[in-house]
């Protein structure tokens, strides 16, 4: 029962906060607030980057592909399922 009751708050949660799982103010030091920036003068810039190429960079850090600096991205993104990351690519970057 007790098993049960969890379950379905954790797929309520998954299912109600969708984005908010993704915490950007964590990424803001590095990328800007609206991802406007080349994180630590490296990284494209991320609002000018297409969901896809949003999702396909980061799901590539969670898998140790990316550029020079990728272990930190691997840090920021490692934590996020696969799931998520599909839900935030859409709610930044460029359409
Ligand atoms: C400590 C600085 C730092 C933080 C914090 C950070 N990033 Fe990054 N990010 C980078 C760097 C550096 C790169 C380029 C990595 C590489 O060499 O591939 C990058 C690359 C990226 C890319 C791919 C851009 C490209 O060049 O292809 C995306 C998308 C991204 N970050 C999103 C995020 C998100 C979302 C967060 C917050 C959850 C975040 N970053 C937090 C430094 C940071």
Do not use: P, W
């Not at 969708?18 to 607030?33: E, I, P, Q, R, S």
């Not at 994180?39 to 896809?52: E, F, M, Y």
């Amino acid at each position: 029962m007790k098993k049960i009751v969890l379950a379905s708050i954790v797929a309520l949660a998954a299912s109600t906060a969708l984005m908010a799982t993704v915490n950007t103010a964590a990424c803001a030091a590095c990328h800007g607030k609206n991802f406007e920036k080349h994180a630590l003068g490296k990284s494209r810039i991320v609002a000018n980057l297409t969901h896809d190429e949003i999702e396909d960079a980061l799901k590539g850090y969670k898998v140790g592909k990316g550029g020079s600096m990728k272990s930190i991205m691997k840090g920021q993104i490692g934590k996020y399922s696969d799931a998520e990351i599909e839900a935030f690519s859409k709610t930044i970057g460029k359409k």
